[in-house]
């Protein structure tokens, strides 16, 4: 396993991990599993991401940088997504990402003090903590309000102590939020982002604070929480991944264009998910990978406490514990499919039963223009994975130069991090481009605003109800 180094030595290129065909279909598949999770609950889908780096070997504090590498531009699609169908807050974007920044710097901080004192099982241990912790917590509020929510027929549960807060915390800036239909003060933005950001530089997702916190404080409803927090991701990660490249050269970017390769398909089909389902399904989908990914990470812990020599093992055990981590996590990311697609399938199959599927859905590029811009941002993509994998030590030795160029010449250092950060959205826009003709060229694509609508309020009911309307104004 790849191993940090002594305290005050910095990452070197023999602590990245091997990535073999194994590796890589792993990293694919993960990527297109988590991609998907990502555009559908808006937290980034790094709680299936940074474990599933982690079971294959790569060390937490290079899982969490290279997630959160991966994340930003990732999130930049997603959010792009998300606003056209209305459902990204950008002023609350902004003013959450303010306070999440300072966050992000503080968190990157502790990682890198537990790196140095207690090396790569440290920081692994650390990590696991933090998502036995955050994870249980946050999913059993989730499958609370999911399964009210489902019980009584509401669309989604009405945050009450949102409602309270909007009352009497009147504290100016009171400032309105138009897309999340919300007034509050901006002063609620500050603890909320700070945690988001702390928390996405300790496992790579904000969105176990930053989500849940502008439902349940800022009162915003759950597919606009989800919208929003992957806009404040952008921010947060682009400004991640600078500190984790410039001050320890912890991104791997192989694992990251890995991920990349699938998940900018799955975020596209994610975030068009959301206009299928009623919006408790996003807690429901939250809930159920989070639980999965409890166990995993629980599983994994006693390892590392032995290895650190804290608690002593029977070692049969412990093989027993270490062989259940990466199957339990398979099935966490594997587990979001069903909630994702079956509703969507199921509604694109009654849309085209009764004939109005291309009324219901936004409209595409035709095909003819689609085929080109498919066969340029294709060859593109290839290319670019080409030159990245034609030398598969070239980016270790490049990344792990970078913190020990800034000590003697701090401005080429930082031009040579500027210049990762500026990969990292070239990629995804060339790739982007090409998972977006993909889907298109497929229909793949979000239903029509007052459809998503009937769905998100009354169910199949109200997309009967669509439907029947569809029909009368024809005759």
């Known amino acids: 396993m790849p191993k940090l180094p002594p305290s005050g030595v910095i990452i070197t290129p023999d602590m990245f991990i ?11 598949a993960l990527g297109f599993f988590g991609g998907m999770l990502s555009g559908f609950i808006g937290s980034g889908g790094a709680f299936v991401l940074t474990p599933g780096m982690m079971s294959i070997g790569a060390p937490g504090a290079i ?35 303010i306070s999440a920044i300072v966050g992000v710097q503080v968190g990157i901080q502790v990682q890198k003090m537990i790196a140095e004192a207690l090396g790569p099982v440290g920081t692994s241990l650390y990590v696991s903590m933090a998502f036995l912790i955050v994870l249980p917590t946050v999913a059993s509020i989730c499958l609370r309000d999911a399964i009210k ?13 949102a409602m309270k807060l909007e009352q009497k915390f009147r504290v100016p800036p009171m400032i309105h939020f138009k897309v ?24 790579a997702v904000g969105g176990f ?25 952008f921010v947060m990660g682009s400004t991640g991944t600078f500190t984790w490249a410039y001050l320890l050269g912890a991104v791997d970017f192989r694992m990251t264009a890995l991920i990349l390769a699938t998940s900018l398909i799955g975020v596209q089909i994610g975030a068009v998910g ?23 990470r629980a599983c994994a812990v006693p390892g590392y406490l032995a290895d650190l020599g804290w608690i002593t093992i029977d070692p049969g055990l412990r093989a027993t514990l270490d062989a259940l981590v990466l199957p339990i996590m398979t ?63 070239a980016w270790p030795k490049f990344i792990t130069s970078i913190p020990q160029i800034a000590k003697t010449d ?66």
């Not at 990535?19 to 990293?27: H, K, S, T, V």
């Not at 909320?192 to 928390?199: H, I, K, N, P």
């Not at 604070?209 to 991701?233: C, D, K, R, W």
């Open 18 to 28: 091997h990535i073999g065909p194994f590796e890589a279909l792993f990293l694919l």
């Open 63 to 97: 899982a969490v940088a290279s997630n959160m590498c991966h994340k930003f531009p990732k999130a930049m699609i997603g959010a792009w997504r998300r606003w056209k169908i209305g459902h990204l807050d950008i002023k609350l974007a902004l003013l959450m990402a």
């Open 149 to 161: 929510a489902r019980k009584y027929g509401l669309e989604d549960t009405e945050p009450k102590f």
């Open 180 to 203: 999340a239909g919300r007034t509050q003060s901006a002063w609620l933005t500050i603890p909320t982002g700070f945690g988001t950001g702390f928390l996405a530089a300790t496992i």
């Open 209 to 233: 604070i930053g989500v849940p916190s502008m439902i349940y404080i800022i009162g915003a409803p759950s597919f606009v929480a989800s919208g929003t927090e992957l806009g404040i991701a």
């Open 274 to 296: 959301t206009t299928y389902v009623r919006q408790y399904y996003i807690k429901l989908a939250m809930a159920v990978v989070m639980l999965l990914v409890t166990v995993s």
């Open 331 to 393: 099935i966490a990311f594997l587990s979001v499919t069903p909630i994702v697609l079956i509703p969507m399938i199921k509604v694109r199959r009654k849309l085209a039963k009764e004939g109005v599927l291309d009324k219901a859905i936004d409209a595409v590029g035709r095909k003819k223009r689609l085929i080109p811009k498919l066969a340029i941002f294709g060859a593109l993509t290839s290319f670019n994975y080409y030159m990245l994998f034609k030398d598969p030590e």
């Open 410 to 475: 701090p401005l080429t250092a930082v031009l040579l991090t500027l210049g990762v950060v500026f990969l990292a959205i070239y990629w995804s826009i060339i790739h982007g481009n090409f998972a977006h003709c993909v889907l298109d060229l497929v229909k793949v694509t979000s239903l029509r605003k007052e459809v998503a609508e009937r769905i998100s309020k009354e169910g199949m009911p109200g997309l009967e109800k669509w439907i029947s309307s569809v029909r009368s104004s024809g005759a």
